[in-house]
């Protein structure tokens, strides 16, 4: 992300002194053996074969880097996936994230990992799709993955609690459950939505200047998680 450098009577323009903090699904991808935020929304990335998608629960704010706790490499997720003419394989983790990163404290779901054999231009909402994954979605944002959270939008949380902005723990990897066959289902199949609009919208909210400006990649990540409308 490019950072514009904002010069106010020689100085430069500085972060708040407390940054706020939401809880949220950030959209990652696997770059060099780690995980990087990606770019641009899901339903307007188009992964290559042999990329590694990567999805992550949180509570985090601007200065915060929230990635999946594993890092695996695609063969290890896609080696046993079958692929045909016409499509390719792409590696995803969903990462629920903590006990400490839920509302109420309840436990998430185990960190899951697969891969999926979908078609050439299959976008990132498709991978999710095709893996069986439901999407739960308010006005553009993802809400939910799978169910997770039961509640709640991307809310703010303040205070945030010591057991949430405390270190991550690399989790271990279970074993993937490779897709045979590409999934032609377009984004959106398995969605649901809490205002009634169509899930095969994931636009882009506005507002990006402030995050940019302060450098913010964790909290661009739940900007991200909404996606970008689809023309």
Known sequence: ?????????GGVLAAPAQAAAYRYWGYFQLTNGAWAFAPTGPAQTVPKDGSVEGWRFAVADENSTRTPRATPTFDSLC??????????RVGLVIDYGRTADATDGA??????ATC?????KATGSDVLVAAGTTLRL???LTCALDGWPATGCGEEVKPVPAAAASPDTTVTIPAPTPSAAANPAGPTSGT??????????W???GGLAAVVLVG???FAAWRRGRGTSED
């Open 79 to 88: 080696a046993s996936t079958q692929v045909k003419a016409g499509t390719k």
């Open 192 to 201: 649901s939505t809490d205002d009634g609009s169509s899930g095969s919208s």
């Open 107 to 112: 436990t998430p779901p185990a960190l899951r």
């Open 216 to 218: 913010g990649l964790g």
């Open 138 to 140: 308010n006005k553009g």
């Open 116 to 120: 999926v054999a979908v078609p050439e």
């Open 1 to 9: 992300m490019t950072l514009f450098l904002v010069i106010l009577a």
């Open 203 to 205: 636009p882009v909210l």
